[in-house]
């Protein structure tokens, strides 16, 4: 039997069923165009008998799609309406008990999941699209590439490279893990209800290898919150307070990294701030926030 898709008035009635109105709390908004979930189950090129994980999948417009190519889909969801249901309509549209696992769960407390999924596939809610995606990169290794919808504005930061307007600490924490890149706009149009702002679709591919150690990591990324809470100080300033304390050492540090102490956070990538983790002392490492 042939898995079959959602369509906008079947979506409506599940919605109505179950009580569930989209909030802007939760960031919901449904696709509701059979095409644009089918073109984003493509630009991930999913395969069938690949593991993919996806996040919010709602009333299952995606997961539908994900399915229809053969692939197995393990689906976190916050909403328990939405997550007990979810098996239900896939039985109803053709897709196999062992085919779909939902976990009831907030997605930034999961780091445990069945089957270790290679795939992200998942329109991400406005609202925590960076975390989540930072947090199952981090806790799942096994996941090497993926396409998310997200907010223009936040899939142009992840993607954006160093010096651009829109780059910054989501650009760089992004880029530590791989190479990610805009692979096309959607249309307001196809959400339910119609949001407020423009999404498109972002896509990564994991890197080979990891930058650095976990502990490298965790300095690696509090020193780039560090540079980017004084976007517009030169690093010597904006680093002073983790790397020693005053100007004069944070500047014998980003020298010791090969890095000018008159520079910008924003001149620097993932690659430049790991160099200045790196010269820190283990001892030193308590002083720098979050470790």
Known sequence: MAVTLLGASEIRRLAALLDV???????????????????????AGVRPGESVVEVGPGLGSLTLAILETGASVTAVEIDHRLAE?????????GVAPDALRVLDADAL???????????????????????VL??????????QRGVVMVQAEVGERLAASPGSKTYGAPSIKAAWYGQWRLAGNVSRQVFWPVPNVDSV????????????????????????????QQRRKMLRQALAGVLGGSAAEASAVLEAAGIAPTARGEELGAREFLAIAQELPDAAGPAVPGL
């Open 21 to 43: 109105t989209p909030t802007k709390k939760l960031g919901q908004n449904f696709v509701v165009d059979a095409n644009t979930v089918r073109r984003i189950v493509q630009v």
């Open 85 to 93: 249901r979810l098996p239900r309509t896939a039985a109803a549209h």
């Open 201 to 228: 679709l972002v896509a990564f591919e994991r890197a080979a290898a990891p930058l650095g150690s976990e502990k490298e990591r965790r300095r690696t990324f509090a020193i780039v919150d560090a540079a980017f």
């Open 109 to 131: 407390r999961v780091t445990e999941l069945p089957g270790e999924p290679t795939v992200l596939v998942a329109n991400l809610p406005y609202n925590v699209s960076v975390p």
């Open 134 to 143: 930072l947090h199952f990169l981090e806790h799942f290794p096994s996941l």
